[in-house]
């Protein structure tokens, strides 16, 4: 069920108070989306802007919050405008900040120096269950060499989801690590958005231990100095990854999937995208038993462009040809 959210943003009002006594133009949510429990509403409306709103401050506006669940969900929404950053914006679960749309509302990392080895300089730090972001653009081009850890969304903990919904997100560094998204142990969707990386060792998208990926309508691009994946599932365990209608390029490996102890099948999947990379994927599987029917990946009515078809994507495309428009599917397996 659609909630009602949908008010006309003014840029003077009186103090926060509950979000219907507020006016703003968001997108309507479902309740899934905004981690409420079936049957409850959202109430609680903070609003950002360079004049008028409860903060000018993005930062300022989420450490306000301490109260958000299931059941008292915060929406933070940040007007048009460029909102510089010297620190990581750290969103609590059942928090959506949602921007007055890409190019209009932009986020921009200043030289970020935030503490913790997993997340680094990461532009928003996400700590909690059904975050989202939307209708944004984010920013974080002023890294320096080195191996910290740097990089736009990143979540370290075991928590529930993080949705990514028209987001525009470029991270760019000539340092090591430098990721689009990181995610620990949540089920990652993106939903029409792009993310760019570039960097020495670029990830587009890394997601570990028992994390999900799902994408549709969105475009991932990643150039590394040192060929690096663009998307990386490095999993301890099964986990999950659907491609839908996207763009997935880079000028490394598309896929790189580590299978540690795994015994079940995982379900990864590509529907009608294109994917363009040097090889199709690398990966190992460290157990002693392997699994006659694990398959890496099935790609299902789309385009692979490689530069050089490798091992596992010969089943795929014949060594002299290096792209291929898939009628039906190609199930890449298990090496072993």
């Not at 290096?322 to 599917?329: A, I, K, N, Q």
Request: hydrophobic share 40%.
């Amino acid at each position: 069920m659609l909630l009602p959210v949908a008010l006309v943003f003014l840029l003077s009002f009186g103090d926060r108070v509950y979000a219907q006594n507020k006016v703003v133009v968001i997108p309507m949510f479902t309740e899934s989306e905004l981690g409420l429990a079936s049957g409850s509403s959202l109430t609680n409306l903070i609003t950002v802007s360079k004049s008028g709103g409860d903060y000018d401050s993005i930062s300022e506006a989420l450490d306000s919050i301490s109260d958000a669940g299931p059941k008292n969900p915060y929406l933070v929404y940040v007007g048009p405008g460029e909102y510089a950053i010297d620190s990581a914006l750290r969103l609590p679960g059942h928090v959506s900040l949602v921007g007055a749309g890409i190019g209009s509302t932009i986020v921009e990392g200043k030289n970020l120096n935030n503490s913790g080895a997993a997340c680094g300089r990461s532009l928003v730090l996400v700590e909690g269950d059904f975050s989202a972001i939307r209708n944004i653009s984010l920013r974080n081009s002023s890294g320096t060499t080195g191996t910290s850890p740097y990089g736009g969304i990143c979540s370290d903990q075991p928590i529930n989801s993080i949705t990514l919904d028209s987001v525009d997100l470029l991270v760019s560094a000539p340092g090591f690590n430098v990721i689009g998204v990181e995610s620990a142990a949540a089920t990652l969707y993106i939903v029409d958005s792009k993310i760019v990386v570039t960097g020495n060792t670029a990830k587009g998208l890394f997601s570990y231990i028992s994390s999900g990926l799902k994408m549709w309508n969105s475009e991932v691009r990643v150039t590394g100095t040192a060929k690096e994946s663009t998307i990386v599932v490095d999993s301890q365990n099964d986990s999950d990854l659907e491609i839908r209608d996207s763009e997935v390029v880079t000028n490394g490996t598309l896929f790189k999937i580590d299978a540690f102890g795994v015994s079940s099948q995982f379900d990864r999947k590509v529907f009608g995208s294109y994917l363009v990379g040097e090889v199709l994927l690398a990966g190992q599987v460290s157990t002693s038993t392997p699994n006659p029917n694990l398959k890496w990946v099935e790609v299902f009515n789309s385009v692979l462009e490689l530069a050089t078809p490798d091992a596992f994507s010969k089943i795929c495309i014949n060594t002299s040809s290096t792209r291929v428009e898939l009628s039906s599917d190609c199930v890449v397996p298990s090496p072993d």
